[in-house]
């Protein structure tokens, strides 16, 4: 069982950035790929992001150049680089962790991007 919290969502002005952190329970983080995903209201929720172990990460076409996603297997932790944040980027962000069938969730963390 793997428990995922994020944390790092706020309310923040258009142009600005913000950073999500996701702590991950567990001692077999690093062979986990972790994602991040967002659900804006009315919206289906989308992949923003994500990393497998040692391999290269994958963005949406909406955030590339703008987000970055990187991990820390040392600290169990994945994170979210938001820069030039839009209006559009507002949602519920959440953080999923995938290793063959096992799939994981945190709870969620708001994002609002308004001026």
């Known amino acids: 069982q793997v428990q995922l919290v994020e944390s790092g969502g706020g309310l923040v002005q258009p142009g600005g950035s913000l950073r999500l952190s996701c702590a991950a329970s567990g001692n077999i983080f690093s062979f986990y790929t972790m994602g991040w995903y967002r659900q804006a209201p009315g919206k289906q929720r989308e992949l923003v992001a994500a990393i497998a172990s040692g391999g290269s990460p994958n963005y949406a076409d909406s955030v590339k150049g703008r987000f970055t996603i990187s991990r820390d297997n040392a600290k169990n932790t994945v994170y979210l680089q938001m820069n030039s944040l839009k209006p559009e980027d507002t949602a519920v962000y959440s953080c999923?962790?995938?290793?063959?069938?096992?799939?994981?969730w945190g709870q969620g963390t708001q994002v609002t991007v308004s001026s």
């Open positions: 999923n962790a995938k290793w063959y069938d096992l799939d994981y």
